[in-house]
């Protein structure tokens, strides 16, 4: 049972458009989701996180959405750029957790 | 200066084989992770440990050992490898007291024959 799910394995967009990436959570105990982003051979990166008590947080380009009543969030990459083209992963935790739940990655592609 | 290293960054080995994938750390963290990514799985938890000495089974911890030997340093053992382990392995670090985000390296592409 995957306790954080990424609806979508890949996404293409052209560039300039706003690119978005949905992820879903089971667990409602969960309190923190942060974005990590993976380039090709090298490991993921954190991007951007949200807290629970808040409904969206941005930076730049990177804004994340947060519906804590339907267990959903989404990253809105805006203006996106063929050096956006990466893998993305949502995850999940909760306070005093060590451990971050990963959901599977969607592969975006960002035409030029 | 990167500061979680893995080596070797390629492997093919045997069924049957012996591998030792090894993972450093220059962040004092306590907690260290071992990954596997495959694709349509994500990131899945092999091992992790809190500090030198110390060993936590994770969720995909069939056919893996794990040791940590020093704060620095965390190993993952394939004893008898089997085509099902080809993947990509992932170390990471982290302090959760301070932050819940984990530094990862940059990988080990492992391929069993």
């Known amino acids: 049972q995957q306790q954080v799910r990424q609806s979508s394995q890949s996404l293409t967009v052209w560039e300039g458009e706003t690119a978005i990436l949905n992820c879903s959570y089971e667990?409602?105990?969960?309190?923190?989701f942060p974005w990590y982003q993976q380039f090709p051979g090298e490991g993921p990166a954190l991007l951007i996180a949200?807290?629970?008590?808040?409904d969206k947080k941005e930076d730049g380009r990177f804004t994340i959405f947060f519906n804590k009543r339907e267990k959903n969030l989404s990253l809105h990459i805006k203006d996106s750029q063929p050096g956006d083209s990466a893998t993305y992963f949502c995850?999940?935790?909760?306070?005093?957790?060590?451990?971050?739940?990963f959901g599977s990655g969607t592969q975006l592609t960002v035409m030029p | 200066e990167a500061a979680v290293t893995q080596s070797p960054r390629n492997k093919v080995t045997v069924t049957g084989g012996n591998v030792t994938l090894s993972c450093r750390q220059t962040?004092?963290?306590?907690?260290m992770y071992w990954y596997r990514q495959d694709t349509g799985h994500g990131l899945r938890l092999i091992h992790y440990?809190?500090?030198?000495?110390?060993?936590q089974i994770g969720d995909v911890p069939d056919g893996y050992k794990a040791t940590r030997t020093t704060q620095e340093d965390f190993f993952l053992l394939l004893e008898l490898a089997s085509p099902s382990q080809t993947s990509l392995y992932f170390c990471?670090?982290?302090?959760?007291?301070?932050?819940?985000?984990?530094?990862f390296g940059p990988g080990t592409r492992l391929t069993v024959l």
């Open positions: 990471a670090s982290s302090d959760p007291d301070i932050s819940y985000e984990q530094y």
């Open positions: 440990s809190y500090g030198a000495g110390n060993l």
């Open positions: 962040n004092s963290h306590n907690y």
């Open positions: 995850a999940a935790t909760s306070s005093g957790s060590w451990q971050l739940i």
């Open positions: 949200i807290r629970s008590v808040s």
């Open positions: 667990n409602s105990a969960f309190d923190y």
